[in-house]
T-cell receptor
Framework: QQQVKQSPQSLIVQKGGISIINCAYENTAFDYFPWYQQFPGKGPALLIA?????SEKKEGRFTISFNKSAKQFSLHIMDSQPGDSATYFC???????????FGTGTRLQVFP | EAGVTQFPSHSVIEKGQTVTLRCDPISGHDNLYWYRRVMGKEIKFLLHFVKESKQDESGMPNNRFLAERTGGTYSTLKVQPAELEDSGVYFC???????????????FGPGTRLTVL
């Protein structure tokens, strides 16, 4: 079964709007939660990541919100731009391993 | 600095044939990973090499898949014989260290799209 559930599958946002992608997990042994961004023809690239000891991490227009009790985390893209159009994957990693567990991906399209 | 490279970028084969995928990690990266994404689904971990040793191969689907990393540099992933369900995008990633911070970030290659007809 899927260990990391991601939604929505696709998202269309107007330029300047806020894009929100959500992920949920069950395994409490996860201790690292990255988000990857993938452009067509390229591999996934690390965008931003968070550990469960903080509830929020912000880097520029990208913010991760983390809710440990609800076992949920989300990516917020503020002031979304057409250049943000890509597929976004949430992921998790179990403590003391190097195996990334990915969500199913969200295809984001930002229209001018 | 060159990133992770994979060859070929696309491969179309018939069921029952053999295919070998190649991954060249970033120079100096001891850790090499293989992942696979079946269309529309999640990217799934296949295995992890540390230098030439298999650290974790828990994600390998079955014994039709054989991964090697002779000499601790490039890696190959052979599928023999290929089945329809093997179709997908195979990603390779490499990292300098482990456990993510600070040197363990995994850098992904562009993937090989495998189509089995």
């Amino acid at each position: 079964q899927q260990q990391v559930k991601q939604s929505p599958q696709s998202l269309i946002v107007q330029k300047g709007g806020i894009s929100i992608i959500n992920c949920a997990y069950e395994n409490t042994a996860f201790d690292y939660f990255p988000w990857y961004q993938q452009f067509p023809g390229k591999g996934p690239a690390l965008l931003i990541a968070i550990r469960p000891d903080v509830s929020e991490k912000k880097e520029g227009r990208f913010t991760i919100s983390f809710n440990k009790s609800a076992k949920q985390f989300s990516l917020h893209i503020m002031d979304s731009q057409p250049g943000d159009s890509a597929t976004y994957f949430c992921a998790a990693m179990v403590y003391n391993t190097d195996k990334l567990i990915f969500g199913t991906g969200t295809r984001l399209q930002v229209f001018p | 600095e060159a990133g992770v490279t994979q060859f070929p970028s696309h491969s179309v084969i018939e069921k029952g044939q053999t295919v070998t995928l190649r991954c060249d990690p970033i120079s100096g990266h001891d850790n090499l990973y293989w992942y696979r994404r079946v269309m529309g689904k999640e990217i799934k971990f296949l295995l992890h090499f540390v230098k030439e040793s298999k650290q974790d191969e828990s994600g390998m689907p079955n014994n039709r898949f054989l991964a090697e990393r002779t000499g601790g540099t490039y890696s190959t992933l052979k599928v023999q014989p290929a089945e329809l369900e093997d179709s997908g995008v195979y990603f390779c990633a490499s990292s300098q260290g482990v456990r993510v911070d600070p040197l363990g970030e995994q850098f992904f290659g562009p993937g090989t799209r495998l189509t089995v007809l």
